[in-house]
């Protein structure tokens, strides 16, 4: 197992409590350093936007729990008699119960624990202090500065070439994470860090959106993603399609005829209102119920049972059946007069390995026609590309640069002119091609 390495949110961090000691210091140690640094510790997130996050309840639960402790101390020496510290106790512990809950009423339940330490620290640690309000405004004073000097750390960046003119484009699964597994929080981190300082990065996939998007909604993509083998683009934060390469309405249903003459059902794919529809009739086989109940009931795409509606036209064909079916298929569509318009892309089916998927898309409907489309949207002069699949063989030669993982085809890795790992590895590749750190 390979030692992990010392990450720049750790040096982020110790700079962070250097400067609230040297902060202290120009105040001649009118504050306590200790709570500045530790709200600096806890602020420091792995990118700013959760810094910003955490900082925010950070100081409503200070300044919540500062003000209920002054006011609490000022209604003890008022009212409780001193020879009574279990009385203290008893309202300092009924007051817990009262500050949780208006955390809660605020909306604000993640800072209830920083509002319980600040009421604490100010009724308990600090009350028989000569002057303990004194002390609860310097509390509030010290977390504030932490706070800011966190910010402004984890904000700072320094100056480094950005190659801003390169459009990268990774698979997704096998590639952007490795197959069977999650994508891990530091490939999540690092490619936000990336897409926010300016990469141009996007992804492609034989997946549909749903498929996908649990994986990559909180990633700030900008640029569409190449989905469907290069049918559509997508772009996530709008959830719009754009692009769609869709098949004629004649020759959708001459397909389909085909396809019933050989008692083989099939999904018809198509994009309406940007939602992505799944037309489908009576099932033949356990392949194609399998498929129906691991995707239908999505937020993203609509099974229906009934036919194309007429006016739109499909995207794509998905027959599942059994291999020697669906050769005898492909070769049967193959010999069709309009043939020259489709592109047929056969695979086994994952859950049945004596079934196979025959997908049918247009001609048009292929990954590097859409990278150059891409690629003039992001204005960039040059493609690197990370892969695993043969369907991407066509855009591996149009790259100026592509890289196969090392667990794919030996076709990919001919056709590629360099190598790397999966899933964290591309991340890394990516960072330094961006960076210019080397290949």
Known sequence: MKTPKIGMRIIKTAVAVFLCFLIDLLRNH???????????????????????????????GTFLGGLAGMLVLLAERAWLPKDMPVLQYLV???????????????????????????????TISHGADVSPYLFAV????????????????????????????????????????????????????????????????TALTELTPASFLPVLKDIPFSLPVIVMNGAALYHIPSNTYSRCKTLPGEITQQLQSLLKQHGSGCFVKAVIHDVLHVYYDAFTNEAQQALYRACHGGRYETYVCAGLPEGHEAICLTAIDDSSKIELLHREISRM???????????????????????????????????????????????????????????????????AVEDTEACVKETCRCQTGSGEAVIRKISRLFYHTGF
């Open 30 to 60: 009118q504050g306590v350093p200790f709570y500045s640094a530790i709200a600096a510790i806890l602020c420091m997130q792995p990118d700013v936007p959760n810094s910003v996050k955490v900082a925010l309840n950070r100081s409503a």
């Open 92 to 122: 300092v512990s009924l007051c817990i119960i009262m500050l949780i809950y208006l955390t809660v009423l605020l909306k604000k339940s993640s800072a209830s624990y920083i509002t319980c330490v600040v009421f604490l620290s100010v």
């Open 138 to 201: 310097n509390r509030i004073l010290d977390t504030l500065i932490g706070i800011g000097v966190s910010l402004a750390v984890n904000a700072a960046h320094l100056p480094r070439r950005k190659d801003t003119r390169v459009l990268f484009i990774t698979g997704l699964e096998g590639v952007l994470w490795e197959r069977g597994k999650a994508m891990t929080a530091f490939s999540r981190i690092r490619l936000t860090h990336l897409l926010r300082q300016g990469a141009q990065i």
């Open 337 to 403: 007069p309009f043939s020259h318009t489709l592109r047929c892309l056969c695979r086994s089916a994952p859950s049945h390995p004596s079934y196979s998927i025959l997908e049918i898309y247009s001609a048009e409907a292929t990954p590097d026609r859409a990278a150059e489309l891409l690629k003039k949207q992001a204005g960039a002069d040059r493609t690197i590309v990370f892969s695993a699949s043969v369907c991407d063989l066509p855009l591996l030669r149009l790259a100026d640069r592509s890289y």
